[in-house]
């Protein structure tokens, strides 16, 4: 049980600090890129990301071999879950502190904020300006590699807070085409339905009925 907290708590660390940097964009472009992010505590995920103006699509590859889907489009925010083919609707209005809509509202917040500026560096072929500064929220150091030609994070590094760790951005590509139907559900999904997980419970005579998204 101490595992699977500990698990879960890394779980939606790791989906918040998603939040903190990708959704609905408000400068009217497309992007798409590969994003990968991994914990002190072992907790490795890898995300290909679309997102256009109104819309963003994360496709994770967790490290146990499933794949999550989130969604926010005009019917709020929606976690898929591809191999039930069901999904559940975590929220109808987000509202996305400052500085967090998208990435390169992320680097323009940045830039306003006290840092520290660091020396030019490539990063995974990509030449950076790289900033550090304090979180006072989570008491994290964070240090950010930007991409000077897009203005785009390419890398991204909290340390010595309650979780640390690594985000890297890679294969990113903006003004792009976006395929259709990117954003939307597929037309056989089911709205998930947590009493019939409750009652698969009941029958195994399991008391874990404490259920969550966490627990998919």
Known sequence: ????????????????????????????????YKQHVETNDGFVVAYDVWIDEENIKM????ISGERRVLLV????????????DTYIKMNSSPNWPVGTRNPIEFVRWLKTRDKETLPEETIDGYPCLGYRFMDTESGSIVTVWVWKDKDFP?????AG?????????????VDIPV????????????????NSLRAMFDDMGSDDKDLSMTDF
């Open 59 to 62: 496709d994770a590859a967790m």
């Open 179 to 194: 395929p259709e139907g990117t954003f939307s559900l597929p037309d056989t999904a089911r709205e998930y339905d947590p």
């Open 1 to 32: 049980m101490e595992r699977k907290a500990a698990l879960t708590g890394s779980i939606i660390v790791s989906i918040m600090f998603s939040f903190v940097l990708w959704a609905v964009p408000a400068y009217g472009y497309t992007a798409n």
């Open 73 to 84: 489009n005009k019917d709020g925010v929606l976690a898929y879950m591809p191999s039930s």
């Open 154 to 158: 390419v890398k991204i590094v909290l």
């Open 161 to 173: 807070g309650l979780i640390e760790s690594v985000t890297r951005f890679s294969d990113i590509k």
